[in-house]
Each structure stands twice: as C-alpha cells, then as structure tokens.
Antibody, heavy 122, light 113 residues
C-alpha cells in the first residue's frame, strides 16, 4: 500500500524556520515526482512546490519562492520542505502528494498524506 | 496564473438524486498533445483530498462509476448520477497545463439533505 506520512509541523514565530518531512513507502520513491500542497484553516487547496524524481527540477508558487526549498533524499524515501522567513499567512496544513504517472512531472497527484499543521504565530 | 471558478460553492442533495458541479478555467486546458489537463478531487470530512477524475473524464482507480466528468476547452462538469451518503465533502477541480502553478477551484461543498 502506498503511504505518505508528513511530520515536522509545529507552532513557530513569524520570521522563524521549519523543515517538514514526508516519509514515503509502498512504491519506488525515486520513480515519481512529488508535490507539497497546503490548506489554510477552513480554506481551499493551494499548491506550494514540486520536485522531479531525481531532484533535478524544482518549482514553487510565487507566494513561497525564495523562502521555501523543496528537496528529497531518495536513499531515505523522504521528501522535505525547508521553510524560512515564515509569515502568518503560511499557517496551514501541509500535504505531500505523489504524481500518479511514473517518471512524469505533469499529471494529477494521488495519494496525499494526512498532512502536518504549521502555525505561524507570536 | 490560471483561475479556476467552480459553481455552485455549496450543494445539498437528496440521496439517490443526481448532482452536478461546474468548473470554468480562465484559459483553455487543451494541450498540443490532444489531452486536456483537468482533474477532480474529493476531500471527505477530516480526510486528505483523493483523486476522482483525470484528463476530464477518466475515472481514477477505485472510483465508482456514478462519478463522471465531461467538458472541453474551458468548461467542465463533474456529475454524480445518484448521490450516496459517502459522497459528502468538498469537491475541487484543478488544472495541470499552465504550470507553474497548479491551481485549484475554490471548492464545492456537497451535503446530504
């Protein structure tokens, strides 16, 4: 069974930093591109970032560009999101999600993890 | 960025009755490869989103055939032929062609009467 488990979400002060992790299992992790998507409390879905299967290509939403860095360690079947200069508007449940097509950057995402909550507040 | 607009934003449906959700994109989602990169997700209460439909009308693995997608260009529709209690939640459309960013509709909340 494909499984994605996020961790690392905590309460952090504005301007602070945080690293989220996503542990993947049940599939050949280094064959698939991976996304981070977030959902502010009571709000809709906002795409955050994408990384290719080999980590060679990365993409970011304008709202996080220059502050967040996506990375992966295929030897550990893990995806990461380094979040710096955090703002109140970054408060959200952060999901990692797998692209469904082997070797593709494009395509829909499934499954999604259960999410990890990041709260930016003083 | 591509804007995805869903209507209605909420829907109350009697079990066994049909339901329909519209999604309009600000630009055509038809790619030069002939495919249209429009997807539908369902987020059930307290759960993560799950993929229902990809490329307008293809049901993802395990999705019941009461769900169907249609449309072309900029106008798309998700239909549930006979709503069941387990179909409650928020439905999102998403575009996957004009990237980045991947963009979602605002969501349509479906409730049971």
């Amino acid at each position: 069974e494909v499984q994605l488990v996020e961790s690392g979400g905590v309460v952090v002060q504005p301007g602070g930093s945080l690293r989220l992790s996503c542990a993947a299992s049940g599939f050949t992790f280094d064959d698939y591109a991976m996304h981070w998507v977030r959902q502010a409390p009571g709000k809709g879905l906002e795409w955050v970032s994408l990384i290719s299967w080999d980590g060679g290509s990365t993409y970011y939403a304008d709202s996080v560009k220059g502050r967040f860095t996506i990375s992966r360690d295929n030897s550990k079947n893990s995806l990461y999101l380094q979040m710096n200069s955090l703002r109140a508007e970054d408060t959200a449940l952060y999901y990692c999600a797998k692209v469904i097509w082997f070797g593709e950057l494009l395509g829909p995402f499934d499954p999604w993890g259960q999410g990890t909550l990041v709260t930016v507040s003083s | 960025d591509i804007v995805m607009t869903q209507t209605p934003l909420s829907l109350s449906v009697t079990p066994g009755q049909p339901a329909s959700i519209s999604c309009k994109s600000s630009q055509s989602l038809l790619h030069s490869d002939g495919k249209t990169y429009l997807y539908w997700y369902l987020q059930k209460p307290g759960q993560s989103p799950q993929l229902l439909i990809y490329e307008v009308s293809s049901r993802f693995s395990g999705v019941p055939d009461r769900f169907s997608g249609s449309g072309s260009g900029t106008d798309f529709t998700l239909k549930i032929s006979r709503v069941e209690a387990e179909d409650v939640g928020v439905y999102y459309c998403m575009q996957g062609i004009h990237l980045p960013p991947w963009t979602f509709g605002q969501g349509t909340k479906v409730e049971i009467k």
